[in-house]
DNA sequence: ACCTGAACACCGTTCAAGT
DNA sequence: ACCTGAACACCGTTCAAGT
């Protein structure tokens, strides 16, 4: 079968020995160098094991299929954008909710902006299929997050936090997304660092 | 070679007989079909044209691979999206910016949620390259509809109507992609259709 | 425990030949 | 002007054999 089922994207093993951990990492590296050196066309598990110095065969021992590879790396970077932003939320609680929805907003820029270009190809590639889960997953844990900082305001009542949250979770993330996907001019990257954080202030005032 | 220059991703010729403007059709609806019955791992030029009634060639002549014809339905998609949100600002023309606001939210909604799943499979397909050209013309469109909109609204003076209106349909745009993206559950999907309606009115009312 | 690489099935694309 | 389909190059994946 040419494309297994969605369902098992997984790697096959951890690795036992400090070799295969040098040989995992060799991988992951290659990965993102021929990407960015020879463009997602021409991404091939043959090329990858090349440049990382190992045989076809030793990839498939650590990932099932090509796109456990790329989805364990999707996921390796989504944790560390949450990671980035419970990084960030320890410098906002406390603050009125408003600064938070602020502050979130450009934490979440700096987190992004910068992202390789190689990382939002890889999305891209994985996007075929399992990536609504984990995407959901480390959005739900953002949004959680983010309710947690808004109770954290003494001074803050909102009818419903949770859809508050969920809200200015979907507004940060779509937005930058959205901007960050059509290849924005400086003026554009520009006009969502300005804006951005005054439309996430002016929601909560409103909503609270 | 075996993936082309991204940049030759237009149509090969347009039809010239009502024969060929039939195949063309079936070659579309076949795409579509087998997207939505073997998913997209099976998605291949032998199926499309098999399930179209045509041979493969017949299809190299409409397209110079595989990617134009995905990228070409999408472009369509768009444009479809594109002609309903002017269809949706006829509506709110006149009207105050806040209620404009509100109104692009659920147009935009209204227009994208019940978006097939196919489509949505299709932009992910294509996102491997050329997408954001195409996608940032249609977000470019919708911001100068934007744009118009709220400079009809003879009670409304923006610091800097443009950049207002470029944040919206990137709030709008993003938040709603971000939220169908996650596989949303009918609550978060409802949090959506309440609050980003709440979120534009809130922003716009904050910059005027 | 980890690695190798020839072999296999499948896929995208071409092009000489047809109507 | 439009269509056909065998042929070709390439790619993902396996597995018997090695250290």
Chains 1, 2 share one sequence.
Not at 60 to 80: D, I, N, S
Not at 125 to 139: K, N, Q
Request: charged share 20%; glycine share 6%.
């Amino acid at each position: 079968m040419n494309r297994p089922a969605p369902s098992l994207l997984k790697p096959r093993k951890a690795p036992q020995q400090a070799r295969s951990t040098a040989t995992l990492e060799a991988i992951h590296t290659a990965t993102i160098q021929v990407l960015l050196r020879e463009g997602v066309g021409r991404l091939t598990t043959a090329r990858v094991a090349e440049r990382a110095g190992v045989s076809i065969g030793t990839m498939y021992q650590y990932y099932p299929h090509k796109q456990a590879l790329l989805f364990a790396m999707v996921e390796q970077q989504l944790e560390t954008v949450v990671g980035f932003m419970l990084a960030a939320a320890e410098q906002l609680r406390g603050k009125d909710a408003e600064t938070v929805a602020e502050g979130l907003a450009l934490a979440w820029l700096d987190a992004k902006t910068p992202e390789s270009e190689a990382f939002r190809t890889l999305y891209s590639l994985v996007a075929e299929f399992d990536l609504a889960p984990g995407m959901g997953r480390a959005f739900e844990q953002i949004s959680v997050l983010i309710s947690d900082l808004l109770a954290a305001d003494p001074g803050a009542h909102f009818a419903d936090r949770d859809a508050v949250a969920f809200m200015l979770a979907s507004l940060i993330g779509g937005a930058v997304r959205m901007v960050l996907d059509t290849a924005p001019t400086p003026e554009n990257l520009a006009r969502l660092r300005q804006e951005l954080p005054r439309a996430c202030r002016a929601y909560v005032a409103a909503a609270r």
